[in-house]
């Protein structure tokens, strides 16, 4: 007879356990919080998304197929050796990406798996090993499968949270000594989902360009009770112009917000070597019999 995996915990750690479980975070600010949205503040929320992401000129970005970069990314303290998506707490790795999809490879380029290179095609995981052939496997590693989807959006964000459904003006709000014009962009509807992120971005009123953005953490790779309560903070920092776009090539990732020592964070990229369209496409694309899903979630059969 199988054992239920519960009956070796206390009944209040199994009842705290499911409710943490249940809860979900809200970043939602006072604003967005009354509702129905009003006309005027989804129409400025669509007004400042799109000015920034033209000030950023990723409006350019479609006209790419793919971009590459390699880069140091860091993980400290207790958290970032439990949360870390490679297997390193600092690692020197070399990503591709088709614009706008999800299929992607990251190479290691030092550390325990130095020369192996993964990848997600449609969903689909695969993985290469030095000296051997490359192959799908049955089962996803959960914390490189999203690590990959996640740093590609955090590159993509502006241009992908403005095709959002959801996007209202969420106010103003001071954040390091300066104040931002707030946007909140979500799925389907404003209050919290157990499957759908929340995001705030924070735009520059004068540069126009996205400095931070808040988001919770639907998906946890950890599977811990509470995953669902997580947020964070990404800090977008040294931009750099690639072919028009402006590139953040400092990306630090704050738990539960960021910290007035921005030197505190959870885990941080540094980007070097940025380049669009320098390699074949086709590389992404090892499996030429795997339908094409672009952006979607769903994997094909």
């Given amino acids: 007879m199988m054992t239920n995996r519960f009956t070796a915990f206390p009944p209040m750690f199994i009842a705290l356990a499911l409710l943490l479980s249940s809860c979900l975070s809200d970043i939602r600010s006072d604003l967005v919080r009354q509702e129905p949205l009003k006309a005027t503040h ?42 870390k998506v490679w297997p390193d707490n600092e690692s020197r790795l070399s990503f591709k990406y088709a614009v706008g999809t999800f299929d992607s490879q990251v190479s290691f380029l030092d550390g325990k798996r130095k020369g192996t290179t993964a990848g997600l095609q449609s969903w689909r995981y695969y993985e290469q090993e030095p000296g051997s052939t490359l192959n799908f496997l049955d089962k996803n590693n959960e914390r490189i499968t999203f690590g990959l989807a996640a740093y590609q959006y955090f590159v993509e964000m502006v241009d992908r949270l403005r095709k959002a459904p959801i996007i209202q003006y969420a106010g103003m709000e001071e954040l390091h000594n300066k104040e931002y014009e707030t946007v909140f962009v979500t799925w389907k509807q404003t209050k919290p989902s157990k499957d759908l992120d929340q995001y705030i971005v924070y735009i520059d009123p004068q540069s126009k360009q996205v400095d931070f953005v808040k988001f919770t953490i639907r998906e946890n790779y950890l599977h811990a009770p509470g995953g669902k309560m997580t947020w964070g903070m990404i800090h977008y920092d040294d931009f750099r112009s690639i072919d028009g776009i402006r590139i953040p090539h400092r990306q630090s990732l704050y738990s539960f917000g960021v910290k007035k020592d921005l030197e505190k964070y959870l885990h941080r990229m540094e980007i070097e070597n940025f380049s669009f369209d320098s390699f074949d496409k086709n590389i992404l694309y090892p499996d030429p019999d795997i339908q094409s899903i672009g952006n979607s979630k769903q994997v094909s059969d």
């Fill in 42 to 83: 989804v129409a400025k929320g669509k007004h400042l998304l799109t000015e920034a992401w033209k000030a950023q000129g990723l409006d350019k970005l479609s006209a790419h197929e793919v971009y590459s970069f390699e880069g140091v990314d860091v993980w400290k303290g207790l958290l970032g050796k439990t949360g």
